[in-house]
C-alpha cells in the first residue's frame, strides 16, 4: 500500500538533475556529439564503449575527496557495492590494464557517454551529463601533453566556440614546492586554501607564521605572478624559484609543451597559471581548462596521470581531456528553436502502399532524404495541411504513373499550392534534386 502511494506521489515526475531531451533538442545534442566524436576519430582515435557503472571500490579509491563524496552509489543483488560512473578516464585506465597492457603503445581512445554525480543542479551542471573525450595512453613525451591540448582548442574551433581560453597549470611544480618546503599536513592545508581562494590575505598570513628560508619564501611569495598570457615571462620566473630538480623539471617540461603547441598554431589560446592544481586525486603532471567568457563553469578539463593506469596492473603514462556536451552548447550560445520544435521532415508522402512508391521512399532514404510516409493516405490539400503543421518543406503524393510534388511554405495561408507531376522514369532525378537540396539545408544549420 505505502508503495502505491509513493507511486502515486511521484506520478509523472523525474528527479531532480536529470533531463528529458526531446527533438531538436535531442537532435541538438546527438549533432554535437557525433561532430565531436568524428573530429577526434581524424586524430587517430579509437572508439571505446564502457560500462555504466562500476564497482564502487574502484571509483572511490581512484578519486579525490570530492569525487568520492559525488558517486552515486546502490547496492548489487549480491550485497557488492556499485556506483554509477562519475568519469571515463578510471575505466580506460582499468581496459587499458587488464585487457590491452600487451598491445603496442601508445592507445588512443575517445567516448562519448554519460556520467554521474549526485550534486546540487545548477545552470551547467546537472546530476547525469553528457561527456565526450578521449584518452591518450603509453606516451610520457611532452608531444602527447601538447596533441591532447591541441585537440581540445581545435576540437572548440570545430563546433564553433572560437572565444575561449586554455588554462594550463603543472601538478610537479606545486608538488615539488610542497617537497622543497617540508610543511607540516597542517601548513600545507593552509598553503592549499589559500592558493584555492587566490588569498593574498591567507597567503601572508602563511608566510608569517610558517618558519621558511628566505629562497623559500621567495618561492611561496613569488605565486600569485606565475600565471598570465606571457607564457615565457611566467616561465622565466617560475625557473628563478624553482627550488628543487621536481620543480625545474615542470618548467622544462611546460617549454617542451608550448613549443609543440605554436608548431600547431594554437598558442594564442593558452594561459599559464602554475597556482591551477584542479585535481581529481590522479593527475601527476599539466592539468588543464577550458573556459569562455560570461560562463563560471569549465567547458573542458583534463590532464596527466601517469600513476592512475599502474593501479590496476602494469603502469602506463598518460593523458586525456573530457568536454561537457551541456556546457559546450550553452557556450555556443545558440539560437532559440524555430517554431516548428520537432525535427521536421523532408517529405511526406502518401504511397497508397504502391510498391514502385515504396521503393522510390527507399531510395530516396538512401539518399539521406527524411522521408515520412503519410499512414492515413491523405491527398491534395488535407496532405499538403499536415505537411505544413509538420514543418515539411515538401509533399508527395503517389498517383499510379508517377506522383505530384508540392513545394509547400509553412507559414502560407494557402493550403494545397499547384503541385507538380512527375513521371515515375524522372520521379528519381527530381529525388535527387531534393536530396542535395536537404543536405545542403542541414549542413547550412546549427549543430
Not at 117 to 137: H, K, M, T
Not at 315 to 324: K, R, T, Y
Request: glycine letters at 8%; one cysteine or more; a negative charge.
Amino acid at each position: 500500500m505505502t508503495h502505491q502511494i509513493l507511486a502515486a506521489a511521484v506520478g509523472g515526475q523525474i528527479p531532480r538533475g536529470v533531463a528529458d531531451y526531446f527533438w531538436q533538442e535531442a537532435r541538438q545534442r546527438r549533432s554535437l556529439e557525433r561532430t565531436l566524436l568524428d573530429f577526434f576519430r581524424t586524430w587517430g582515435y579509437q572508439d571505446v564503449l564502457l560500462p555504466t557503472f562500476e564497482y564502487a571500490d574502484t571509483l572511490s579509491a581512484r578519486g579525490n575527496l570530492e569525487l568520492r563524496a559525488e558517486l552515486c552509489r546502490f547496492l548489487d543483488r549480491d550485497g557488492s557495492m556499485l556506483a554509477l560512473r562519475a568519469d571515463m578516464t578510471i575505466a580506460v585506465a582499468r581496459l587499458v590494464a587488464t585487457r590491452l597492457h600487451d598491445r603496442a603503445m601508445p592507445q588512443r581512445f575517445c567516448y562519448a557517454g554519460s556520467v554521474f554525480r549526485d550534486v546540487e543542479p545548477r545552470a551547467g551542471q546537472q546530476r547525469e551529463f553528457i561527456q565526450a573525450g578521449v584518452e591518450l595512453v603509453g606516451s610520457h613525451l611532452p608531444e602527447a601533453d601538447a596533441e591532447v591540448l591541441a585537440l581540445c582548442a581545435k576540437a572548440l574551433i570545430a563546433v564553433g566556440i572560437e572565444d575561449f581560453r586554455i588554462v594550463v597549470g603543472q601538478m610537479q611544480y606545486f608538488g615539488g614546492l610542497l617537497q622543497a618546503l617540508e610543511l607540516t599536513p597542517a601548513q600545507a592545508e593552509r598553503l592549499h586554501l589559500a592558493i584555492d581562494r587566490n588569498s593574498a590575505a591567507d597567503l601572508a598570513s602563511f608566510l608569517r607564521e610558517t618558519p621558511l628560508t628566505p629562497p623559500q619564501a621567495d618561492a611561496v611569495q613569488a605565486l600569485p605572478a606565475l600565471s598570465g598570457r606571457d607564457l615565457a615571462a611566467v616561465l622565466d620566473l617560475a625557473e628563478v624559484n624553482a627550488l628543487n630538480q621536481t620543480m625545474g623539471a615542470a618548467v622544462e617540461n611546460l617549454r617542451a609543451i608550448f613549443r609543440v603547441l605554436a608548431a600547431h598554431g594554437v598558442l594564442d589560446y593558452f594561459v599559464l597559471d602554475l597556482t591551477e592544481i584542479h585535481d581529481l586525486g590522479y593527475y601527476t603532471g599539466i592539468s588543464f581548462e577550458a573556459l569562455a567568457p560570461g560562463l563560471g563553469f569549465r567547458l573542458a578539463s583534463g590532464g596527466r596521470y601517469d600513476d592512475l593506469v599502474g593501479t590496476f596492473g602494469a603502469p602506463q603514462p598518460a593523458v586525456g581531456l573530457a568536454f561537457g556536451l551541456e556546457r559546450l552548447l550553452l557556450a555556443r550560445r545558440a539560437p532559440p528553436p524555430a517554431p516548428c520544435l520537432a525535427p521536421a521532415p523532408d517529405l511526406l508522402v502518401t504511397t497508397d502502399n504502391d510498391p514502385d512508391a515504396l521503393a522510390v521512399v527507399d531510395a530516396g532514404r538512401k539518399l539521406g532524404l527524411h522521408f515520412l510516409v503519410d499512414l492515413e493516405h491523405r491527398r491534395g490539400a488535407a496532405l499538403c495541411a499536415a505537411a505544413q503543421a509538420l514543418c515539411a518543406p515538401h509533399a508527395l503524393e503517389w498517383v499510379g504513373a508517377g506522383a505530384v510534388l508540392y513545394a509547400l511554405d509553412p507559414s502560407a495561408a494557402e493550403a494545397a499550392p499547384p503541385g507538380q507531376f512527375f513521371p515515375a522514369m524522372q520521379l528519381m532525378r527530381q529525388v535527387l534534386v531534393l536530396a542535395e537540396t536537404a543536405a545542403e539545408r542541414r549542413n547550412g544549420g546549427a549543430l
